[in-house]
């Protein structure tokens, strides 16, 4: 689990954790990191490149895992909207890796293009990590470009957004290039054993899933007055929902993707639910909601139920329940307990692993080999239950999969750059706000 989901749990602000260590500062699983700074790295053919798109939190980490991957890997290129975020995330990079980060002054870019410029530079591999609204543009460069590429959870804010999202997967299927997406759980040892054991009866036909991600509040992060109306958003995009999906797709979606790969990936027939802001109502808060309760339901009647909130001072849970004919499993997250009742009682009880890590060893390993991964199916599946999940909310409708997948709802600008001027939608409510 990323050190910002345990903090979340144990009810730790995220903004206190990112003053209070400097680690935050790598993201999740930069802790993970035991490797000494390595010094006289000299590129040679073999070397792998790549470039960081979004030198955040997450994507320092996944920018460290990508180094620790494989011996022969050089970071080269860099972009971020704002420079701190580069020159900070370089910085802790370079104290980590040495010499494999090797990122000249002209290859580390600041600003709403930098991306792009990263996407055409003769790097390897890209590693896509800024804030959603930006995932499938940025997806359907770097396939064009022909570049390998971890891109994070989640994959598009809308429905649109996935259908760009699953053309470009299916275009790196044909280009022969590795697309690996950032829901961890799937790369989890212990969920891969509980999952794979799900997926071959041990609790019969799962007929009820329940998955919840009840967390604290996350963080606000400081603006300065003279950034535009735009920059202010993108520094705290968590709170638009154009821009991060709203918390259940940005990140309850972990768990639901967990409900959906106990249904063995199988596709929704369609969805109800309900959510607010009750706690986080201030303007500071943006527009999204901070809880969601929605049903799945299934051809042949088995229902998911996924409860999420994002409030302060409240209870935490974090994990999927499932029920089926023979048996019942329950994964929890927080205490890494996965337990199966059934024909045969089981639990976990091998070695886990680091699941960031693990993402980007089998990323490179694949490269080298030239066997080309592709989670892009259902990473884009996925992501769109979460945003199914928020049109249902919002609306306070029954909306199919089908409905919901060909959507032409827009929630955001067409274009964001620094300048961009957008009035946010109001806050969604239910029975008002309409489905399009
Ligand atoms: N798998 C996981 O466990 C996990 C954990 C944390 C975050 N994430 C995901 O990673 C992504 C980033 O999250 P984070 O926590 O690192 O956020 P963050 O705010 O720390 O980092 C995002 C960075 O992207 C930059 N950015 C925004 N727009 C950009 C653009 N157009 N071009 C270049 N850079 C841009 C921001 O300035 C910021 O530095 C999100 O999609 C989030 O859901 C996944």
């Known amino acids: 689990m990323s050190l910002h989901n345990i903090q979340n749990m144990k009810g730790t602000s995220r903004r206190k954790f990112i003053k209070s260590t400097s680690a935050a500062a790598l993201g999740g699983a930069m802790a993970f990191n035991i490797g000494l700074p390595k010094s006289g790295f000299a590129a040679n053919s073999d070397t792998l490149k790549i470039g960081l798109i979004g030198c955040g939190g997450r994507g320092t980490g996944a920018a460290n895992q990508a180094l620790n991957a494989d011996p022969n890997v050089v970071l080269t290129h860099m972009a971020d909207i704002f420079a701190d975020r580069v020159d900070q995330s370089m910085l802790n990079l370079k104290k980590m890796h040495g010499d494999k980060v090797n990122v000249e002054e002209d290859n580390r870019f600041v600003g709403f293009e930098g991306a792009k410029k990263v996407i055409d530079s003769d790097v390897d591999v890209v590693i896509l990590t800024t804030p959603p609204y930006f995932r499938p543009e940025q997806l359907k460069m770097a396939v064009e470009a ?16 996935i259908r760009s999202v699953l053309d470009s997967a299916k275009k790196a299927k044909e280009k022969n290039l590795s697309l690996v997406s950032g829901f961890c759980w799937r790369y989890h040892t212990p969920k891969r054993e509980t999952f794979s054991r799900i997926l071959d009866g041990a609790i019969g036909d799962v007929q009820t899933v329940y998955n919840t991600y009840n967390t604290g509040a996350l963080w606000l992060r400081d603006v300065e007055p003279d950034w535009t109306d735009m ?77 999420s ?64 991964m592709n989670d892009g199916e259902w990473m884009a599946q996925s992501t769109m239950l979460g945003i199914m999940a928020r049109m249902v909310a919002y609306t306070g409708q029954t909306i199919t999969y089908d409905e919901a997948i060909n959507s032409e709802e827009k929630l955001g600008p067409t274009h964001i750059d620094a300048n961009t001027v957008f009035a946010d939608p109001p806050v969604a409510q239910p029975g008002i706000t309409k489905f399009f």
């Open 231 to 307: 920059q202010k958003k993108m520094r705290n995009w968590l709170y638009y929902n154009y821009i991060s999906g709203d918390h259940i797709v940005e990140q309850a979606i972990h768990s639901i993707d967990m409900m959906s790969w106990a249904f063995g990936d199988a596709q929704p027939l369609k969805a109800t639910g309900t959510g607010g802001r009750q706690s986080r109502t201030g303007k500071e808060y943006g527009n999204i909601y901070d809880h969601f309760a929605i049903e799945y339901e299934y051809e042949n009647g088995a229902k998911g139920f996924h409860f």
């Open 309 to 372: 909130r994002q409030q302060k001072d409240c209870s935490n849970s974090y994990g999927v329940e499932m029920m089926g004919n023979k048996g019942q499993c329950v994964v929890d997250c927080i205490r890494g307990r996965h337990t199966i009742k059934g024909a045969e009682d089981w639990r976990f009880r091998g070695d886990s692993n680091d699941m960031y890590q693990q993402e980007h060893d089998e990323l490179f390993a694949s490269i080298r080999n030239d066997k080309p």
């Open 146 to 161: 022909g570049k390998h590429i971890f891109c994070e959870k989640p994959m598009a804010v809308d429905a649109a957004g």
